[in-house]
């Protein structure tokens, strides 16, 4: 994984919650995790990581907070930490 990808997984697990972080880049986080990516219908994507399963709708430019909390309770329930990926 490298340095960008880094740098948004931790701003995904960062205090407070970041409203600024760009909806493609955590795509390509995920897919760097080894996820399963899948664009659906409706403006939705579907992500398989480590035998789970969500979904979530995809934003135009920037997550909403309330998406970015999802997006880091998802990766926890796929035990992905940001500390095991320093920057």
Same mark, same amino acid.
């Given at each position: 994984?490298?340095?960008?990808?880094?740098?948004?997984?931790?701003?995904?697990?960062?205090?407070?919650?970041?409203?600024?972080i760009d909806f493609d880049?955590?795509?390509?986080?995920?897919?760097?995790?080894?996820?399963?990516?899948?664009?659906?219908? !409706?403006?939705?994507?579907?992500?398989?990581?480590? !035998?789970?399963?969500?979904?979530? !709708?995809?934003?135009?430019?920037?997550l909403p907070k309330d998406?970015?909390?999802q997006l880091r309770k998802?990766?926890?329930?796929?035990?992905?930490?940001?500390?095991?990926?320093?920057?």
């Amino acid at each position: 994984m490298n340095h960008h990808h880094r740098k948004t997984l931790h701003a995904l697990f960062a205090h407070p919650v970041s409203a600024n972080i760009d909806f493609d880049k955590v795509v390509h986080v995920f897919e760097e995790l080894g996820a399963e990516v899948e664009n659906r219908s !409706g403006n939705r994507i579907n992500i398989r990581l480590n !035998g789970h399963s969500a979904s979530f !709708g995809h934003a135009q430019h920037s997550l909403p907070k309330d998406e970015v909390v999802q997006l880091r309770k998802f990766l926890e329930m796929c035990g992905v930490r940001a500390a095991d990926y320093p920057l």
